[in-house]
């Protein structure tokens, strides 16, 4: 639980909750927060008869239900959305970003026809696999660092900022000329590559992994601001349960609970939530009617060629279409 101060409360008083709270068996952390309001975390949370006492100490503005661990993820620490900015792109407030791109980079023709497409119908960022995480047994793994060599053309010749998927802190030299470092969902519990994009200064897009709780995704992200790195979006991209006729269940619910949970961004991937090209826009929309601060969606020129992943590939028309269509949605998403 986090016991929020009323602003500018005097050190002298603050001290004394501080105290109460260490003799009575919790632990206490002070943490700045905005508007001079100082925030104290209190763990384990006060049973009922310390709650009254609580509210006794005039310093005490208000109780928040929120957790210790994600002391930098919640909003009850900085209430503002997080905008995060590339060269001539943002995401997050009032800035909705679609990221569009194929799900592995295969080629200058093949990139030279992607990018300008999808940056035309309004995409924000390009994005594409390099080092491949291999989706399924027997998968193409990418071209790795020529990859990203590719990708950073298409970045300086259209003039479109590009995330790629890291794999293992080994590789963090190849991504000097990437905007956003995307963390897969098969990497978002791998602490030690976190560790070191936590200290990279680069913007992180942030994962869910399958078999992870919206709780294990807020603790990554954690662990990479407790290290300094404040620009992170979270990605839902669906979760593993019994239905077989789509690839993942995407778990849409997710997205307002973080947007009342969290001031980063949040966007959703239909492509690899559902695994299926038909079901793209319709995710799209209700990912947009969510609340969702941006979708990552996987587009192909020819996606029945595609190297990696076609079945959920939409092309470059379908996308614009979608484009069109979740613009029109935007006026209305939910907002916590
Ligand atoms: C991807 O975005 O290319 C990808 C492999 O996604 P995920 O990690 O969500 O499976
Ligand atoms: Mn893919």
Redesign the pocket.
């Known amino acids: 639980m986090i016991i929020v101060l009323k602003p500018n409360s005097q050190r002298a008083q603050v001290t004394e909750l501080l105290n109460w709270l260490d003799a009575s068996g919790y632990e206490a952390l002070l943490v700045p927060g905005d508007n001079n309001a100082s925030l104290v975390s209190v763990d384990p949370d006060p049973k009922a008869m310390d709650l009254d006492l609580i509210h006794t100490f005039r310093i005490v503005d208000r109780l928040e239900d929120a957790k210790m661990d994600h002391i930098k993820t919640t909003r009850v620490h900085h209430p503002e959305d997080t905008v995060i900015g590339f060269f001539n792109t943002k995401i997050g407030g009032d800035n909705f970003c679609v990221i569009a791109g194929p ?2 980079i295969e080629s200058k023709e093949q990139l030279n026809i992607i990018a300008p497409a999808i940056k035309q119908s309004g995409a924000g960022l390009l994005r594409g ?1 390099t080092f491949q995480p291999g ?1 399924s047994d027997g998968e193409y793994l990418g071209l790795k660092e020529e990859g990203i060599r590719l990708l950073v053309e298409a970045r300086e010749q259209f003039e479109i900022p590009v995330v790629t998927e890291i794999l293992s802190v080994d590789h963090l030299r190849y991504y000097e000329d990437v905007d956003l470092i995307q963390v897969g969902a098969r990497s978002m519990d791998n602490y030690e590559l976190l560790k070191e994009l936590g200290l990279c200064g680069k913007p992180i897009l942030l994962k869910r992994g399958i078999h992870s709780t919206i709780n294990d995704l807020l603790e990554s992200a954690e662990f990479l601001m407790s290290r300094g790195n404040d620009q992170i979006i979270l990605c839902e991209r669906g979760v593993e349960a019994f239905e077989t006729y789509t690839k993942n269940t995407l778990d849409l619910a997710a997205v307002p609970l973080l947007k009342k949970t969290t001031h980063l961004p949040v966007i959703v991937d239909p ?2 939530g559902t695994g299926l090209s038909g079901l793209v826009k319709p995710m799209s929309m209700a990912a947009t009617a969510a609340g969702a601060d941006g979708l990552m969606l ?1 587009v192909h020129h020819k996606s029945d060629i595609a190297l ?2 076609g079945e ?2 939409i092309n470059v028309s379908a996308f614009d279409n979608i484009i069109t269509a979740v613009a029109m949605i935007q006026p209305f998403a939910y907002k916590p």
Do not use: G, P
């Open positions: 799900s592995s696999s989706e492509s690899h996987e990696a992943t959920e590939s």
